[in-house]
């Protein structure tokens, strides 16, 4: 069965960076784009990143443009979100989702947290 | 950040109807047939319900059905369930840069 495993989530202080990765299993991952999804605490969905198959295009919301940066490595079935000059705001649990193209996102993680605080 | 409108919570009976109503633009769900729908229960990730605006993923039972009219997409549970209690979010995909995919708020749909 298809698998989607995040990890690297903490608590960092605001200013700081942290690495969160995705490990894809049972399914060819360099056929597929992915993305990573927060949900701050008690609210809503917010779609963060866009990678395509290759890696070759990448897209951001605007609230993380120029601090989170998106990347892949095919022959490791991985994904990850390097987030630097994070703040309280980025506070949240992140997934990553396999998209289908186009049409939404079939797979998820399980999510793995971040908070921002001093 | 711009998200699609959805009523915050609706409540029907078991056995009752409801929908949910998501509310965009042109430039989201107005401009793609790229409407889905996920629903959520408290400490779980968002599980597909439907894609491309009316399709069901296997295994998603025939009484979520999904529509769209204009700018507004809408997702109906007929014949509801006490499973069927949780949050639900609407998706659009909403062009290749800066918006490429767009929420709603979420609706918390309550069985009474």
């Known amino acids: 069965e298809v698998q989607l495993v995040d990890s690297g989530g903490g608590l960092v202080q605001p200013g700081g960076s942290l690495r969160l990765s995705c490990t894809a299993s049972?399914?060819?991952?360099?056929?597929?784009?992915m993305n990573w999804v927060r949900q701050a605490p008690g609210k809503g969905l917010e779609w963060v990143a866009y990678i395509s198959s290759s890696g070759d295009n990448r897209y951001y919301a605007d609230s993380v443009k120029g601090r989170f940066t998106i990347s892949r490595d095919n022959a490791k079935n991985s994904l990850y979100l390097q987030m630097n000059s994070l703040r309280a705001e980025d506070t949240a649990l992140y997934y990553c989702?396999?998209?289908?193209?186009?049409?939404?996102?079939?797979?998820w993680g399980q999510g793995t947290l971040v908070s921002v605080s001093s | 950040q711009s998200v699609l409108t959805q009523p915050r919570s609706l409540s029907g009976s078991p056995g009752q109807s409801v929908t949910i109503s998501c509310t965009g633009t042109?430039?989201?769900?107005?401009?793609?047939?790229?409407v889905s729908w996920y629903q959520q229960h408290p400490g779980k990730a968002p599980k597909l319900m439907i894609y491309?605006?009316?399709k069901r993923p296997s295994g998603v039972p025939d009484r979520f059905s999904g529509s769209k009219s204009g700018n507004t997409a809408s997702l109906t549970i007929s014949g509801l369930q006490a499973e069927d209690e949780g949050d639900y979010f609407c998706?659009?995909?909403?062009?290749?840069?800066?918006?490429?995919?767009?929420f709603g708020g979420g609706t918390k749909v309550t069985v009474l």
């Open positions: 989702a396999r998209e289908m193209t186009g049409s939404g996102f079939d797979y």
């Open positions: 491309d605006v009316s």
């Open positions: 042109r430039s989201d769900i107005g401009g793609y047939d790229y």
């Open positions: 049972e399914f060819t991952f360099s056929s597929y784009e």
């Open positions: 998706c659009s995909y909403a062009g290749s840069y800066a918006s490429h995919w767009m």
